[in-house]
């Protein structure tokens, strides 16, 4: 089976803008989790989307919104970019099941200038 | 989600068994530990989960203890390509505000030397 893959690897923007950041889990996996990874705060859960529909969010400002698709891919948005959205962001796919046994994608290194 | 403690970095002789501890005072009774790793500038990888039995994979083996207040990650035959970070996460069956939710730490910074 192909892993989580997440589209594009490396991305550069600045202040104000707004970026789109796309996660493809693995076949059959309904559950995508977005997680942002920084040296200050580490890794820390954004939200998670079952079947097209956001079950669970983590605390971060509206800025920071995702939708999933009817095929399971998922695609999460950031508005009005500041510096500090600099960081990694990881989705990562589970199977149906009671376990939060998750995988990772390799992420997305965002570079807010 | 409980919450966990581990030492910031341990090291270890690459061939010989690497333990890692982690301390959940506060589990509650149907939360399980997770152990995932992540590689220098990889996803984290899961690695194993267990309730309150011990359990064993082909990757590492993880010992809770009766009380489950603790737990210990054990590699038994560590590499160079076992250096990484380890969290130790405590989580809930994934329902309710557990849905897709990992709580990660800052872990253990784990360093085989040859």
């Known amino acids: 089976k192909a892993g989580v893959t997440q589209t594009p690897r490396y991305l550069i923007k600045t202040r104000g803008q707004q970026v789109t950041l796309s996660c493809s889990p693995i076949?059959?996996?309904?559950?995508v989790s977005w997680y942002q990874q920084t040296p200050g705060q580490g890794l820390q859960f954004l939200f998670e989307?079952?079947?097209?529909?956001?079950?669970n969010k983590g605390n971060f400002p509206g800025r920071f919104s995702g939708r999933q698709f009817s095929n399971s891919r998922s695609e999460m948005n950031v508005s009005t970019l500041e510096l500090g959205d600099s960081a990694l962001y990881l989705c990562?796919?589970?199977?149906?099941?009671?376990?939060?046994?998750?995988?990772f994608g390799p992420g997305t290194r965002l570079t807010v200038l | 989600d409980a919450k966990t403690t581990q030492p910031t970095s341990m090291d270890c002789a690459e061939g010989r068994a690497a333990n890692l501890p982690c301390n959940h005072s506060?589990?509650?009774?149907?939360?399980?530990v997770y152990w995932y790793r992540q590689i220098h500038s990889q996803g984290p990888q899961y690695i194993i989960h267990?309730?309150?039995n011990n359990e064993t994979n082909e990757m590492a083996s993880l010992i809770i203890t009766e009380d489950r207040k603790s737990s210990t990650l054990i590699l038994p035959h560590a590499t160079l390509r076992d250096t990484a970070v380890y969290y130790c996460?405590?989580?809930?069956?994934?329902?309710?505000?557990?849905?897709?939710?990992?709580?990660f730490g800052q872990g253990t910074i784990l360093t085989v030397h040859p």
């Open positions: 990562a796919s589970k199977a149906d099941s009671s376990y939060n046994e998750q995988f």
């Open positions: 989307y079952f079947s097209e529909t956001q079950r």
């Open positions: 996460i405590v989580s809930g069956n994934a329902g309710g505000t557990s849905y897709g939710k990992l709580t």
């Open positions: 267990g309730l309150k």
């Open positions: 076949s059959g996996h309904r559950s």
């Open positions: 506060t589990i509650s009774g149907n939360e399980y």
